[in-house]
């Protein structure tokens, strides 16, 4: 293949949250300079992808159909947990340079990939957590508590648990996926919300974010803030090695007691600086995929 294209697949939807497509789209803006399209699991994600500076994207809606869109020899970025051994080989043969992210404390590279994790390091793999850039300008911290479940709750799990705030004056942050008679409900528990297109705003101006999810705990982290991580019943535990490194508190199975013991704290509390690691992650992904 003389112009091999190259890809990006992304695992992201209403039942997992938008975590890996925030991270896709930061990378994808990284690379600024390079020719990518996204391919997303999510057809409506796709379609909204432009909003998110990414402007090739492409819904595939499972991970088999990424052929359907690439051709053998092309090259892929793959953020996902869906493939088991064989189709992660399979895919290994099929694109001429591979690269994957991974979040398991448990992973391992193997061979024809190249890795990005947070826990492993060596040759072809960086270690490196991937949060974008404008989320370490320490903007001035406006908004003392903020609360962000998640970009997904299609169980309406924060509404079973909302006992998790009682007793906490926290601003309500609403994901994207929320369904319009159960987003009314949370504006009327909450005395302040912000709208999804605050996004940033909130997440870089919150002394203290609550939330359930690990990027958004990573990117208030790099603005300067104290993030509290909620460890979701449903949601696997890969972050908690790393959140425990970084001296970032964490809540299991929705304990007020424990979150308000927490914040009672949290003053005294000395969290660690992230890194800010976009030049080699810039250099790694250009080298990896020969670009």
Same mark, same amino acid.
């Given at each position: 293949?003389?112009?091999?294209?190259?890809?990006?697949?992304?695992?992201?939807?209403?039942?997992?949250?938008?975590?890996?497509?925030?991270?896709?789209?930061?990378?994808?803006?990284?690379?600024?300079?390079?020719?990518?399209?996204?391919?997303?699991?999510?057809?409506?994600?796709?379609?909204?992808?432009?909003?998110?500076?990414?402007?090739?994207?492409?819904?595939?809606?499972?991970?088999?159909?990424?052929?359907?869109?690439?051709?053998?020899?092309?090259?892929?970025?793959?953020?996902?947990?869906?493939?088991?051994?064989?189709?992660?080989?399979?895919?290994?043969?099929?694109?001429?340079? *591979?690269?994957?992210?991974? #979040?398991? $404390?448990? !992973?391992?590279? %193997?061979?024809?990939?190249? /890795?990005?994790? @947070?826990?492993?390091?060596?040759?072809?793999?960086?270690?490196?957590?991937?949060?974008?850039?404008?989320?370490?300008?320490?903007?001035?911290?406006?908004?003392?508590?903020?609360?962000?479940?998640?970009?997904?709750?299609?169980?309406?799990?924060?509404?079973?648990?909302?006992?998790?705030?009682?007793?906490?004056?926290?601003?309500?942050?609403?994901?994207?996926?929320?369904?319009?008679?159960?987003?009314?409900?949370?504006?009327?528990?909450?005395?302040?919300?912000?709208?999804?297109?605050?996004?940033?705003?909130?997440?870089?101006?919150?002394?203290?974010?609550?939330?359930?999810?690990?990027?958004?705990?990573?990117?208030?982290?790099?603005?300067?803030?104290?993030?509290? *991580?909620?460890?979701?019943? #449903?949601? $696997?535990? !890969?972050?908690? %090695?790393?959140?425990?490194? /970084?001296?970032? @508190?964490?809540?299991?199975?929705?304990?007020?007691?424990?979150?308000?013991?927490?914040?009672?704290?949290?003053?005294?509390?000395?969290?660690?600086?992230?890194?800010?690691?976009?030049?080699?992650?810039?250099?790694?992904?250009?080298?990896?995929?020969?670009?």
């Amino acid at each position: 293949m003389l112009n091999p294209k190259t890809y990006y697949y992304v695992h992201t939807g209403h039942r997992i949250g938008l975590d890996r497509f925030r991270r896709a789209c930061t990378i994808i803006r990284l690379l600024k300079d390079v020719d990518i399209t996204l391919l997303c699991s999510d057809y409506r994600i796709a379609q909204i992808a432009h909003e998110f500076g990414v402007e090739k994207s492409v819904g595939v809606d499972v991970v088999r159909n990424i052929p359907q869109i690439a051709n053998h020899g092309d090259k892929l970025i793959f953020d996902s947990q869906e493939a088991n051994p064989i189709m992660l080989q399979d895919m290994r043969n099929y694109f001429s340079k *591979f690269v994957r992210i991974g #979040d398991s $404390p448990n !992973d391992k590279k %193997e061979d024809g990939e190249f /890795l990005i994790s @947070p826990y492993l390091q060596g040759d072809g793999i960086l270690n490196s957590l991937v949060i974008d850039d404008k989320y370490f300008e320490n903007k001035e911290k406006t908004i003392d508590i903020s609360f962000f479940f998640g970009d997904d709750d299609y169980d309406k799990q924060l509404e079973k648990n909302l006992s998790l705030l009682d007793g906490v004056d926290a601003d309500l942050l609403l994901g994207f996926y929320y369904f319009f008679d159960y987003e009314d409900m949370l504006k009327e528990k909450f005395k302040r919300h912000f709208e999804l297109e605050d996004y940033d705003d909130v997440i870089q101006k919150s002394k203290i974010l609550i939330t359930s999810s690990h990027q958004a705990v990573l990117e208030n982290l790099a603005s300067g803030g104290k993030p509290i *991580f909620i460890q979701r019943r #449903d949601y $696997p535990e !890969d972050y908690l %090695e790393i959140f425990k490194k /970084l001296n970032i @508190p964490v809540v299991k199975n929705y304990q007020n007691s424990q979150l308000l013991t927490i914040l009672k704290a949290h003053k005294m509390r000395e969290y660690y600086k992230v890194e800010h690691n976009n030049e080699k992650l810039i250099g790694f992904l250009k080298s990896s995929l020969n670009l």
